[in-house]
Each structure stands twice: as structure tokens, then as C-alpha cells.
């Protein structure tokens, strides 16, 4: 059975502060990708919020709510295809219920928060 995420009306008081205050932590990600699931991320469900820090960067990320990815490519705009990143400038912020994160550049990191 395939949970279906409802956005930010999902989210528990818990993991609304969590997003605020990093309380759950965070995983940095540059020039490669991050999957929930897998790897450095085995133990997360899905990231909560993304942050460039550094330096500007080329970003995609795959979101657990269809239709609402961080991308400017495939069938439309808001699919994941791994090529088509969206550029965010430093200090950026983007809030969502991630699975995957992309970084395209080394000269930038994306600060991953870990919701679940």
C-alpha cells in the first residue's frame, strides 16, 4: 500500500518545529544525489525542507506528492527527470516532502532537513 503525502497539511506540529529548528537533522548534499532510503539517508522517510547554503545552486528533487517536483522538465513542468534542474540562489528555502535530492554543482550545498 502506497501512502499518499498530503503536502504541508501533513505535517505534525512536531515536524513543523523539526523544520525550523533542524531537530531531526539534516544531510548535506553536493554534486550528486541523495535518496531517501538508501546510502547516507537509509534511516529517512523523506526530507522536509531544502536550503542552499554557500553559493547558488542547480537543484532538482523528487517530491512524495505527485506533480509537485522540484524540476523544470519532463512530460511538464514539475516532473523529475535528473536533468533539468531549477536554479536557487543562496539563502533559498524550498519547503516539500522530498525523496530524492540533486545537487548539479560542486561549488554549492543543499541542506537536506530530514522529516521522517
Known amino acids: 500500500m ?3 503525502h498530503k503536502g504541508i497539511r501533513e505535517f505534525s506540529a512536531e515536524e513543523l518545529s523539526g523544520i525550523a529548528l533542524g531537530q ?3 544531510i548535506m548534499v553536493n554534486n550528486g544525489t541523495v535518496t531517501a532510503g538508501s546510502g547516507v539517508a537509509a534511516d529517512v522517510k523523506y526530507f522536509v525542507a531544502l536550503k542552499i547554503v ?4 542547480e537543484v532538482e528533487a523528487r517530491s512524495i506528492t505527485p506533480g509537485e ?3 523544470l522538465g519532463g ?3 514539475g516532473s523529475y527527470t535528473g536533468s533539468n534542474p531549477v536554479t536557487l540562489v543562496n539563502g533559498d528555502v524550498v519547503y516539500g516532502a522530498f ?3 540533486k545537487s548539479h554543482n560542486a561549488t ?6 530530514i522529516g521522517k
Open 24 to 26: 531531526n537533522g539534516f
Open 99 to 101: 525523496d530524492l535530492v
Open 54 to 57: 554557500d553559493a547558488d545552486a
Open 75 to 77: 512530460t511538464g513542468a
Open 69 to 71: 517536483d522540484l524540476s
Open 2 to 4: 502506497t501512502d499518499t
Open 108 to 113: 554549492s550545498y543543499i541542506m537536506a532537513y
